[in-house]
């Protein structure tokens, strides 16, 4: 694998195992003039038989009617099945299928209408089960029969956005957004609801890998005063016991989190977390950094970091708002931060910075705002908008030139889902 990477053919590309480890495959792009792989292009599925030289790789696979589309392949748990997961952007993506018990099988076309985003769980019962926006705006999983393509509904759309599925014990391990917090409920493979499982707190728990035949699956736990620790649940038991955690010198006791809800400018509800030290002053003295993204259906949940560890141990208070264009909301609130309404998540931080002010949890010259990528580019805008709202600002590797940010390569245009492009007369309008 670091062959691949080095020979500078391999980017954003996972790798998927045949389970007997002899081969795996792999998406990579083509060489270009310098000899080395040309991001600018579409990649391919290859597959890599351990052992042997790279230029020996069999291309398995390539989308031909479409240059921006491209495929990734993972391998079935009983090697059967190669699914091929298309992207394009960030909204929606399509699924092919290939037979790998026939060494000429055709391609299916399985999910290919581009309707929704279709993520890929595993195999269980023979057929494939898949979380899926399709006719969910906030998610649901199904199962598909791969030889007639009849589809089942496993776990059927809820209030809550359903942001991973997985399968663990023979059953669905089903986690959802609630406010931007991890709400975690567990499903027979009928789709039976069976109970709903207790997190060590109101936080972010991730993991939960997919392992249909095993009788536990393990999930990390985290929120803004808890490092990530290791828990393990016994799926037969229904028990959560904790498996392992780091050693830190950071006391979480003295700080609370508090979750509020603000106006935004066209009257949107929208979610913010504060942490701060309990007995903090409301008198708009106090440093306070303003975090935030907005974009490519992204969901802030709460999580440790030790840099705001030690923010909070000098005094200061940290905010994270959770602005559209993420998806604690489900895809709708991703579209309501996305192109020709991008500006919906500028206002919704600007919204969150004059909150912390008017309720004197800090002052102009005693907030900064911070993002990054994305975030950057939140705000490079916030600072251009409004100069006057903020003492200091730290736009980090923002995505500033959005006239011509996706000219650098095949991945930043994927970023146009989110963005638009300066091919549409209308998003040239809202990017200029």
Not at 71 to 89: A, F, I, K
Not at 410 to 428: K, R
Request: charged content about 20%; proline content about 4%.
């Amino acid at each position: 694998v670091l062959a691949l990477a080095a020979a500078g053919f391999s980017l954003f590309t996972g790798v998927s195992w045949l389970p007997d480890a002899s081969a795996f495959y792999y998406s990579r792009y083509p060489r270009g003039a310098d000899g080395k792989g040309d991001d600018q292009q579409q990649v391919s599925v290859h597959r890599h038989r351990l052992g042997s030289a790279q230029s020996e790789d069999e291309r398995v696979y390539t989308v031909t009617e479409n240059p921006r589309h491209n495929p990734y392949g993972t391998v079935t748990e009983d090697g059967r099945w190669l699914v091929l997961t298309v992207t394009h952007g960030f909204e929606s993506n399509a699924i092919h299928l290939r037979d790998l018990a026939k060494s000429d099988g055709p391609v299916v076309r399985l999910f290919d209408q581009w309707d929704g985003i279709y993520d890929f769980l595993g195999i269980m019962d023979g057929r494939l089960f898949f979380r899926t926006t399709q006719g969910a705006r906030r998610g649901r999983v199904i199962a598909v029969d791969p030889a007639t393509q009849a589809v089942t509904e496993i776990v059927p759309e809820a209030k809550q956005t359903l942001c991973q599925a997985s399968l663990a014990g023979g059953q669905v391990i089903a986690s959802y957004l609630e406010d931007a917090r991890t709400r975690v409920a567990i499903y027979g493979r009928d789709g039976q609801r069976l109970r709903d499982l207790r997190l060590p707190g109101l936080g972010t728990a991730i993991g939960f890998a997919d392992a249909p035949k095993e009788i536990e699956t393990f999930f990390a736990y985290t929120d803004y005063l808890t490092p990530l620790a290791l828990y393990r649940y016994d799926i037969a038991k229904d028990e959560v016991s904790l498996f392992r955690k780091p050693t830190v010198s950071f006391d979480g006791g003295p700080f609370i989190t508090e979750q509020v809800f603000f106006e935004s400018r066209d009257g949107t509800r929208v979610p913010m977390f504060i942490t701060r030290r309990k007995e903090t002053k409301l008198d708009g003295s106090n440093p306070t950094l303003l975090y935030g993204y907005g974009g490519f259906d992204v969901s802030l949940t709460p999580s440790y970091s030790a840099a705001m560890a030690a923010w909070l141990e000098l005094g200061g208070i940290y905010a994270v708002a959770n602005l559209r264009g993420g998806g604690e909301y489900g895809a709708d609130w991703h579209d309501a931060g996305t192109k020709a309404k991008k500006q919906n998540v500028f206002d919704d931080f600007i919204a969150a910075a004059e909150w912390l002010i008017a309720n004197k949890y800090t002052s102009t010259p005693k907030l900064a705002m911070l993002g990054g990528s994305n975030g950057g580019l939140l705000v490079g805008a916030v600072m251009n908008q409004r100069p006057e709202l903020f003492g200091a600002a730290l736009p980090g590797v923002g995505v500033m030139d959005m006239l011509r940010y996706h000219t650098a390569s095949a991945n930043a245009y994927a970023w146009s889902s989110d963005y638009g492009t300066v091919e549409d007369p209308e998003q040239f309008r809202a990017l200029r």
